[in-house]
């Protein structure tokens, strides 16, 4: 009779017992069947956006622009204080857009200047130089970072601007033009072009007015010349060719 009732007093205690843990097993399994995979999803979004962020680029956006330009070019330091400018300084670039904010270029530029030295120097010793002629030619490969503009006035957004970097290379020619028996005088140096610009448009995507300032460190052949130095104390001429460029072009731009 004792070990009746004790039966019947553990049996449903083990029941519920084991009911309890199998609840809570049910619960640990439905709590790991996650609906969805974090990172399909992340992927997915991702993919949208850009898929999205294309599709406006190739409605609103540039792939090319060529561009005709006209500037001048001027130096500072003792080439500054030698040259005389003959502007104006002209230019050909064509550009590739591969989004909304980034554009690689290449392009050439020239420009012309000269000066005049009516006094013997350590280079030309008795007859003196006179005048120079000199040509400069640069080809250049470039970078151009457009800024978003989004959240800025419209007058800002519409003038479109950017900074520049420039791989360049300048090849230059002295022309000595009253001593026609001299050999011209030419070489090239690499330099490097920094800056900004603004593209203005006239109709959106098709056609633009764009200023570009530069900065340019250029080693020239002649840079560390001695030709020019002066004889004397007090004489006329230049101890060396040093200095920066800066340049500024203005630019009718076609894009398509």
């Given at each position: ?41 992340f992927n997915e979004d991702v993919e949208e956006s850009q898929v999205l962020e294309d599709e406006r680029f190739f409605r609103y956006g540039r792939f090319f622009s ?191």
């Open positions: 009779m004792r070990k009746s009732l004790l039966i019947l007093f553990i049996l449903p205690t083990l029941c519920f017992g084991q009911g309890g843990i199998n609840d809570g097993f049910s619960i640990e399994e439905d709590d790991l069947q996650i609906g969805g995979d974090i990172f399909t999803d060529f561009a005709i330009s006209l500037g001048i070019t001027t130096f500072d330091g003792n080439r500054g204080t030698a040259y005389e400018n003959d502007p104006p300084s002209y230019g050909l670039q064509v550009y590739y857009f591969s989004d909304f904010f980034n554009s690689f270029g290449m392009g050439f530029e020239f420009s012309k200047h000269h000066f005049f030295i009516d006094q013997a120097t350590t280079g030309f010793d008795p007859n003196p130089p006179g005048l120079i002629d000199v040509n400069i030619l640069r080809v250049f490969f470039a970078y151009r970072f457009y800024i978003d503009t989004a959240n800025l006035g419209t007058a800002i957004t519409y003038s479109n601007p950017y900074f520049i970097g420039r791989v360049e290379y300048w090849y230059l020619t002295n022309k000595f033009i009253d001593q026609s028996l001299l050999a011209d005088d030419s070489g090239g140096g690499l330099g490097f072009g920094l800056g900004f610009g603004l593209e203005f448009p006239i109709k959106l995507k098709e056609s633009y007015i764009g200023t570009e300032f530069l900065f340019h460190s250029v080693n020239f052949h002649d840079k560390f010349t001695q030709n020019y130095r002066p004889l004397s104390e007090g004489g006329f001429g230049f101890d060396d060719l040093t200095g920066n460029v800066y340049s500024l072009m203005v630019s009718y731009v076609i894009s398509w």
